[in-house]
């Protein structure tokens, strides 16, 4: 089994970056580079140094970054990819062809994380240039942080599409619910919040200098990293599994 199909990459590429949902796409990077420019020329102009503090770069691109940008675009690049495909029906297409469901679903999964790594990922590394103006650990960590929760996130997304119609309401139920509000208020919800487990490697990225940083997570690193693992693997394995007991015809 080849775990991935050009054919289905190129179709799904060109689907999950139509007019609407590339122009939704694009609108969170820029937004997260806009703020780190304002802030970095504020900060030029309040006290001469062209630089922002580290603690101040650290709260945007964790609030921002990691809080907003990194869970949005893994749901709407998660959901995108396979989706539309299952509410429309034109799923049946597709799976009339003699391509493994499992290849199916990396494929997706695949073409899911390139647009996060390009929207996402790429673009937290800029914002930490931009607020730090040099390659530090702030800017690595929060590099490393984004890439592994983008991962996590789009496999966990694009699974809840396959099992659900109602994968984005979950999704932004999950995202700006769970994770940003309940996860404020209510003890122990953060340790089962993907920001959270995401957070933690960019303090191990961090080390001692986390401390100095003020940034904590829910878990430890070793942790996080274990858990982000489990749910991109977890989530991919049952999304394939989903899309072989599908029958054509059948809702999913």
């Not at 930490?128 to 040099?134: I, N, Q, Y």
């Not at 960590?141 to 099992?163: D, E, K, P, Q, R």
């Amino acid at each position: 089994m080849s775990p991935w199909d050009p054919t289905v990459a190129r179709l799904t590429w060109h689907s999950v970056l139509g007019r609407r949902r590339a122009l939704v796409l694009l609108l969170l990077p820029v937004a997260l580079l806009a703020l780190c420019a304002l802030a970095r020329a504020l900060a030029a102009l309040e006290g001469g140094d062209a630089e922002v503090s580290d603690a101040l770069a650290v709260d945007l691109l964790a609030g921002f970054g990691l809080g907003v940008l990194m869970p949005l675009l893994g749901l709407i690049a998660g959901t995108g990819v396979i989706g539309p495909e299952i509410d429309e029906g034109s799923i049946v297409y597709l799976l009339t062809k003699p391509i493994d469901r499992f290849t199916i679903v990396l494929t997706k999964l695949g073409v899911a994380v390139a647009v996060v790594l390009l929207l996402g990922v790429l673009p937290v590394a800029a914002s930490g240039l931009v607020l730090t103006g040099e390659l530090d650990l702030v800017t690595a960590g929060f590099t490393v942080g984004a890439l592994s929760g983008g991962l996590a996130y789009c496999a966990l997304f694009l699974l809840l599409a396959v099992v659900t119609r109602h994968a984005v309401v979950v999704g932004l139920i999950y995202a700006l619910v769970w994770e940003s509000v309940v996860g404020q208020f209510v003890p122990g919800v953060q340790n089962l919040s993907a920001q959270q487990w995401s957070l933690a490697t960019v303090v191990g990225v961090f080390g001692d200098d986390a401390e100095r940083l003020e940034l904590s997570a829910a878990v430890g690193p070793a942790t996080g990293w274990v858990l982000l693992v489990v749910v991109a693997v977890g989530s991919t394995v049952y999304a394939g599994l989903r899309l072989r007991r599908l029958r054509l015809g059948a809702e999913v």
